[in-house]
Each structure stands twice: as C-alpha cells, then as structure tokens.
C-alpha cells in the first residue's frame, strides 16, 4: 500500500455515524428501548465512544444509548467501521474486498457481514401478499431451462402409458 492511499473509514468520523444511526432509528423522536416511550432524557455520553448519546426513560427508568438492542451494539470496532461495512456491502463488494478496504482481517469481516444479514433480515416486516397472482406458459417453461420440446416430449411419454 503506498502512502498516498486515502481510506474511507479516514473521511467519516463517528459523530456523524451516530447522528445518522440516531436518525434512522428514532426518526419520530427517541424512544425506550426497554418500553418503547417517548418519555425519555439524555443522560450524558458512552465512557469509551465519546459520541455515544445515553438515554433514561422517566417512564421504566431503563437506561439505555444510541445502539441498545440493535446489531451495532457491544463490538469493538468504531461504528464508522460498521457504517463502511454495510454501505459496501450495499456495493456488493466481496468479504474479502471490504476486508481490504478497511484493513482488517477477512474473518472479522466475514463475522460483521453475517452479523449485519442476520440483523437486518430480523428487523424486516413480515412480507403479506394479497391480490390475484398471474403466471403464464413462459414460468413453466422457464422452470425447465428454457427447453420446451423437452418438456413437451416427457408431457407426450408420460400420457403414452410409460
């Protein structure tokens, strides 16, 4: 690597990545994470993450900060880090490219990435289909590489009696 490379995780600071993180999580306002009210107050800032915001709820009293509850929370890494992760793998870079890209080894990426799937598989809503659902010929034939003469030929085999 030469010296005149210049990182991403250089350009982004946690700050931002917090306020981002706050953003998206409460964008209606905070809320608890232990009772979901809205009745809640700062309560200084993380020992370790200067730029982690903490949080009680006057209603539980549950003390709580800006990650409690999500995939982000109790993880050594700086979540300018986690942010890059996610936004490259939004790119659809490999593990092994994000690994370069952050300068970590591959198997701590590959141990973010799975954490990262699974906690955002977790959080999407349940899918409900309602309506009519219409399919043609051209599913079928495609469920047999794309070969109808095949299928038409099997259709015809099986009808003749073996």
């Not at 946690?14 to 905070?30: E, M, N, S, T, Y």
């Not at 539980?60 to 995939?71: S, Y």
């Not at 809503?125 to 030929?153: F, I, M, S, T, W």
Request: aromatic fraction near 6%; hydrophobic fraction near 35%.
């Amino acid at each position: 690597m030469g010296s005149d490379l210049i990182r991403l995780s250089a350009l982004l600071d946690d700050a931002k990545c917090f306020d981002l993180i706050r953003q998206h999580r409460w964008p209606d306002g905070v809320r608890c994470a232990s009772c979901d009210s809205g009745q809640v107050v700062r309560n200084g800032w993380d020992d370790a993450r200067h730029t982690r915001q903490r949080w009680l709820c006057k209603d539980c009293k549950a003390r709580f900060d800006d990650l409690t509850g999500t995939v982000l929370a109790g993880h050594h890494q700086p979540l300018r880090v986690w942010v890059l992760c996610l936004y490259f793998m939004g790119l659809n870079l490999s593990n092994r490219q994000i690994a370069q890209e952050l300068d970590l080894n591959e198997g701590d990426v590959q141990a973010m990435t799975g954490q990262l799937r699974q906690g955002l598989v977790e959080r999407q809503p349940d899918v409900r289909l309602d309506g009519e659902v219409e399919a043609d010929e051209v599913y079928v034939v495609a469920g047999h590489k794309g070969n109808p003469a095949a299928v038409q030929k099997k259709a015809g085999r099986d009808a003749g009696g073996g």
